[in-house]
T-cell receptor
Framework: DTGVSQDPRHKITKRGQNVTFRCDPI?????LYWYRQTLGQGPEFLTY????????KSRLLSDRFSAERPKGSFSTLEIQRTEQGDSAMYLC?????????????FGSGTQLSVL | AQKITQTQPGMFVQEKEAVTLDCTYD???????LFWYKQPSSGEMIFLIY??????QNATEGRYSLNFQKARKSANLVISASQLGDSAMYFC???????????????FGKGITLSVRP
């Protein structure tokens, strides 16, 4: 068990560019979540997958954002035409659906800076 | 209204002493779960403890316990025998409704910074 892995750890980009982040969950976990965290705030839910199905998307996830989990394993989060307001830590988490006490295991996040 | 409220300013505690971190929540759903996570400077969120709305006993996990007062809608985290490694941000979070479909997401508070003094 190597934990949840996110790549890259840091990303600096210019406004208007596209960026893509990758998350590799814990291998037997069927659920995968994306959260966004800005400075001084708690994580905010963006979207989640059960296996390869995307079951919920937050209204925070504008049409510039897209997430995929093509084979129910790793996931990618793409942001098109980045804006300065997209600068944040993007956290991925995975879990095994065990009922109401489902625990999320988080990665160390990808810190995005949009210049 | 905020679903999770953490209003304490930065907290300080002497090593080996106990500390309580406050959390109040707001929900009209009778079925919910409350969680505490720790976020050290490395950025990774670490699960600490869980309390279900129907649980009769307060949850405990090693040095962590949750003081669950349902009528007051509070779920305070108690850390006993603080250690230097406990210095971190602490987040309270809630999951509402039974664990099906759209009810799986966690809503987090803004967090509390805890500093443990040697």
């Amino acid at each position: 068990d190597t934990g949840v892995s996110q790549d890259p750890r840091h990303k600096i980009t210019k406004r208007g560019q596209n960026v893509t982040f990758r998350c590799d969950p814990i291998s037997e976990h069927n659920r995968l979540y994306w959260y966004r965290q800005t400075l001084g705030q708690g994580p905010e839910f963006l979207t989640y997958f059960q296996n390869e199905a995307q079951l919920e998307k937050s209204r925070l996830l504008s049409d510039r954002f897209s997430a995929e989990r093509p084979k129910g394993s790793f996931s990618t989060l793409e942001i098109q035409r980045t804006e300065q307001g997209d600068s944040a830590m993007y956290l991925c988490a995975s879990s095994l659906n065990t009922g109401s006490n489902e625990k999320l295991f988080f990665g160390s996040g990808t810190q995005l800076s949009v210049l | 209204a905020q679903k999770i409220t953490q209003t304490q300013p930065g907290m300080f505690v002497q090593e080996k002493e106990a500390v309580t971190l406050d959390c109040t929540y707001d929900t009209s759903d009778p079925s919910y779960g409350l969680f505490w996570y720790k976020q050290p400077s490395s950025g990774e969120m670490i699960f600490l403890i869980y309390q279900g709305s129907y649980d009769q006993q307060n949850a405990t996990e090693g040095r962590y316990s949750l003081n669950f007062q349902k009528a007051r809608k509070s779920a305070n985290l108690v850390i006993s025998a603080s250690q230097l490694g406990d210095s971190a941000m602490y987040f309270c979070a809630m999951r509402e409704g039974p664990l099906t479909g759209a009810n799986s997401k966690l809503t987090f508070g803004k967090g509390i910074t805890l500093s443990v003094r040697p």
